[in-house]
Nanobody, 116 residues
Framework: QVHLVESGGGLVQAGGSLRLSCAAS?????????MGWYRQATGKERELVAE???????SYADSVKGRFTISRDKTYKRVYLQMDNLKPEDTAVYYC?????????WGQGTQVTVSS
């Protein structure tokens, strides 16, 4: 059984910062994987925010480039999202995502609200 536990969401004013964390647990989790963050705003589809291939490349949505930074720990079972210069349009539920062995796993989601 694989579990993803997220933390770090909350309410912040525009221009502020938040840091999201996600930890993957379960005996089957391997260090060769893809971990990242998606978000879903009310009435919109879930979209990729950023993702990181273990020991490899990272990618970002155009809307967050230069403001958000994704990082991993040495075990490649934790992923972080540093969000700076937040904008009201960043308001959404943020979901941690893990993919390995062609299977996808999702966290429960954490709310990020940016007030103007």
């Amino acid at each position: 059984q694989v579990h993803l536990v997220e933390s770090g969401g909350g309410l912040v004013q525009a221009g502020g910062s938040l840091r999201l964390s996600c930890a993957a647990s379960g005996n089957s989790v391997v260090s060769i994987n893809v971990m990242g963050w998606y978000r879903q705003a009310t009435g919109k589809e879930r979209e990729l925010v950023a993702e990181s291939i273990s020991r490899g490349a990272t990618s970002y949505a155009d809307s967050v480039k230069g403001r958000f930074t994704i990082s991993r720990d040495k075990t490649y079972k934790r992923v972080y999202l540093q969000m700076d210069n937040l904008k009201p349009e960043d308001t959404a539920v943020y979901y941690c995502h893990l993919r390995f062995r062609s299977l996808d796993y999702w966290g429960q989601g954490t709310q990020v609200t940016v007030s103007s």
